[in-house]
């Protein structure tokens, strides 16, 4: 029986794209993966491990070639709020000010005119950005822009919120910064989050639980248990040590042709 | 000390009165700015008025056939202000705009709810696009003045016929220009409407809309001077009122200064129109306008 725990559930799951000029590229193959309530899962890997095909099937964007996906014991059949997703390219509607950005998914949901607008203040003074919310979105920076991006996903209350490499476009201290205000936004709402990098660095500092995915592998590479207590001090010995483990777990299962570094 | 700190005041009080012109300057030049830019754009008008009036002057022309501005400038005074009871065009210009206007407005809102209600749903649909595509494009190479036969077998001579033809005329770059907005809308923001739960006609009314709008206004600002050209046809060939039945019927009696004061009509109604849209376009495209290339860093 399942789990009642369990919020996402993948079983034996298999992704080929064909393609005219490369044929069949087998993306995913026998995945199986299962992720707990309130966790914070990273997935990660280098360029074509599969990592966010992994993620857009489990956001419901990509329906996999054969095998299971669900989500709290329902099969996904589609894009929808229970599961929503943060994007690399924040993907926030420019006509729209912060807040209306937060409000229009709720908008969608149903939720009364004044309901939303309580409901998105709240969201946005989590992610710190109270006093920007009327300002048009294409006047923020490109850390509060994901912030926007962060608080319009909390505000749909989803069973997991999905995150796609949120991060890679910010410069290493804005990126520290949202780092440790992501861990903090995770402890507030008790949030379950897939996040999708290729940054051991991130990894680590962020994740309870750190998946490993290579290119062509069958199955997942491996997965590693970060218990180091927060908050993580990156310059740490430990965090060095662990960091070191995730790296000779993606390299020692690399094939010879792939490049770890290539991104 | 005391010489110090005096010649300390005064180092700063001479920065404040060097700054104070300077921001005075500074806040004044926007304005002086779009005033020289302004003056700019009548410059080339005028030089051309000034040229007309030296050839007319110079009698290259003869009179008759290209009068000189100041004709022109009280036929158009004595069409606009003139006795009506006079008798001729005196006084009619306001009634020739307004039944011009009423068409013009008549069927470019026809266009304008048409194209973009059908190109919305064309351009974000495959199948759509696969049934209605080739149609339009089919269509829209026959010249609007060809449909004036059929026009008139269907409307009569009238307002509804000069309404069908505007209508007609603009319809095609609106709908173009609305199809290609749709099919060019940034991909992810149609993945944040499902993912944000929308679908079918509110993914199209809140996600794909909005993000086609710069294209859109493209559409619509083709469109409106092609209602223009076309109302000028319309009241050639079928209708009895209206700035270009005014300039047909002129140049049948041969006053070639009414034919022109109604050109420069139709070019001020033209360019007025033009500027309406710009000026609800720069609201409802603001954050398009500061995301482009001619925004101000």
């Not at chain 1, 201290?173 to 989050?193: C, D, N, P, S, Y």
């Not at chain 2, 009414?258 to 420069?264: L, P, T």
Request: aromatic letters at 8%; one cysteine or more.
């Amino acid at each position: 029986m399942q789990n009642p725990d369990v919020i996402v559930s993948c079983e034996g799951l298999d992704r080929t794209f064909v393609t005219k000029d490369a044929g069949e590229n087998k993306v995913l193959q026998d995945i199986n993966l299962q992720i707990r309530k309130g966790e914070f899962v990273v997935l990660i890997g280098p360029s074509g491990c599969g990592k966010s095909t992994l993620l857009n099937i489990i956001a419901g964007f990509d329906q996999p070639t054969s095998g299971l996906a669900a989500i709290a014991g329902e099969q996904i059949e589609g894009p929808g709020p229970d599961k929503a997703m943060v994007f690399q390219d924040y993907a926030l509607l420019p006509w729209l000010n912060a807040r209306e950005n937060v409000e229009i998914g709720l908008r969608m949901k149903g939720v009364a005119s004044a309901e939303r607008t309580q409901q998105a203040m709240h969201v946005l003074g989590l992610v710190g950005l109270s006093e920007a919310a009327e300002r048009p979105v294409y006047r923020l920076s490109g850390g509060m822009q994901q912030r926007v991006s962060i608080a319009r996903a909390l505000a749909l209350k989803p069973k997991v919120l999905l995150m796609d490499e949120p991060f890679g476009a910010l410069d290493a201290f804005q990126r520290a910064i949202m780092h440790k205000e992501l861990v903090r936004i995770w402890r507030a709402t008790g949030a379950t989050i897939v996040f999708v990098t290729h940054s051991l660095e991130e990894a680590v500092f962020l994740g309870e639980r750190v998946v490993a995915m290579t290119p062509k592998a069958v199955g997942l590479t491996g997965e590693l248990i970060i218990d180091m207590p927060r908050p993580r001090d990156p310059l740490s010995p430990e965090f060095a040590a662990l960091k070191r483990k995730l790296y000779e777990m993606l390299t020692a299962h690399l094939p010879a042709d792939v490049d770890l570094f290539a991104d | 000390m005391s010489v110090d700190s005096a010649r300390g005041n005064h180092v700063v009080g001479q920065a404040a009165t060097r700054q104070t012109p300077t921001a005075a300057a500074s806040a004044a030049a926007p304005l002086l700015k779009s005033l020289k830019y302004g003056l700019l754009g009548t410059l080339m008008p005028l030089a051309f008025v000034a040229i007309w009036w030296a050839a007319v002057a110079a009698g290259f022309f003869p009179r008759s056939v290209l009068p000189s501005p100041f004709a022109v400038g009280a036929a158009m005074f004595d069409w606009a202000f003139g006795d009506p009871a006079r008798g001729g065009y005196s006084g009619t210009l306001l009634a020739a705009i307004g039944a011009s206007g009423q068409r013009v407005i008549m069927g470019y809102g026809i266009a304008m709810i048409l194209g973009v209600a059908i190109g919305v749903p064309t351009g974000a649909s495959k199948l759509l696009g696969a049934l209605v595509d080739p149609f339009i494009h089919l269509l829209r190479p026959i010249p609007v003045t060809a449909w004036v036969p059929l026009s008139l077998v269907f409307f009569g001579f009238g307002f509804k016929g000069a309404v069908f033809l505007v209508a007609l005329g603009s319809f095609f770059p609106i709908v173009v220009n609305t199809i290609e907005g749709v099919r060019g809308a940034n991909r992810s923001l149609i993945k944040v409407g499902r993912m944000l739960g929308a679908r079918g006609f509110r993914l199209l009314w809140f996600f794909i809309l909005p993000a086609s709008l710069p294209s859109i206004f493209v559409g619509l600002r083709l469109g409106m001077g092609i209602s223009w050209v076309l109302i000028i046809v319309a009241e050639m060939m079928s209708v009895k009122s209206g700035i270009g039945y005014t300039l047909l019927d002129a140049y049948s009696f041969g006053r070639f200064d009414v034919v022109i004061a109604a050109m420069i009509t139709l070019g001020l109604m033209g360019f007025l129109s033009d500027r309406i849209i710009l000026a609800i376009e720069a609201v409802v495209l603001r954050w398009h306008r500061e995301t482009s290339i001619h925004a101000e860093p």
